[in-house]
């Protein structure tokens, strides 16, 4: 099945700073995605997401990178808010076979104003 | 209106008791999931349904039923509860199966004393 890695465990910024935060991923065949940010005490929330056949996408402040051939993604945030301060997951699956998103272990990002 | 709903969203309950979580969606999604998350926070898939059809069992215990009334309902039943079972249980839903955006309920705190 799929395993993905996440890192760095724990995240401290300045305020206006950037944040990355990189996944590994170990199913070739894994062709989406996703980022999700889960506030204190609330649901996880879809960010943004993207699929194999992009290498980058952008949403305003936020920004995924994808490397099919090393099967790594990274998330990246720019001029950091303190609203931006929560607990990140990046996720992988694929569209063939019964696999359901595989989730990695979390980021804890904490935005100091 | 709730996209996701599931209750109840605090459950405090005896090891050995037999508890349910109810999940409804009314985004008209065909696949629903359980994820399970720990006090790590770590989401690991339990189950998902496609159109009241079980798609994955990822080695859940079999203490752990879920049951599909129609589409737009999993519900999950634990018997026997254990001291291991204490986790955030999330309901999630999606239009595409496994390959698109989920959309989690408030999810339910279950504690096993």
């Known amino acids: 099945g799929e395993n993905v890695e996440q890192h760095p465990s724990t995240l401290s910024v300045q305020e206006g700073d950037s944040a990355v935060i990189k996944c590994t991923y170990s199913d070739s065949a894994s062709n989406y995605f996703p980022w999700y940010k889960q506030e204190l005490g609330k649901r996880p929330q879809l960010i943004i997401d993207?699929?194999?056949?992009?290498g980058e996408k952008k949403d305003q402040r936020i920004a995924v990178t994808l490397n099919k051939t090393a099967k790594h993604f990274s998330l990246h945030i720019t001029e950091t808010q303190p609203e931006d301060s929560a607990v990140y997951f990046c996720?992988?699956?694929?569209?063939?076979?019964?696999?359901?998103?595989?989730f990695g272990s979390g980021t804890r990002l904490q935005v100091q104003p | 209106d709730t996209a996701v709903s599931q209750t109840p969203k605090y459950l405090v309950t005896q090891m050995g008791n037999d508890k349910s979580i109810k999940c409804e969606q009314n985004?008209?999604?065909?696949?629903m999931y359980w994820y399970k998350q720990d006090s790590k926070k770590f989401l690991k898939i339990m189950f998902s349904y496609n159109n009241k059809e079980l798609i994955i069992n990822e080695t859940v215990p079999n203490r752990f039923s879920p049951k599909s009334p129609d589409k737009a309902h999993l519900n999950l039943h634990i018997n026997s509860l254990e001291l291991g079972d204490s986790a955030v249980y999330f309901c999630a839903s999606s239009q595409e199966s496994h390959t698109g955006e989920l959309f989690f309920g408030e999810g339910s705190r279950l504690t096993v004393l």
């Open positions: 985004l008209g999604h065909d696949t």
């Open positions: 993207i699929r194999s056949n992009v």
């Open positions: 996720a992988a699956s694929r569209n063939t076979g019964r696999r359901a998103l595989t």
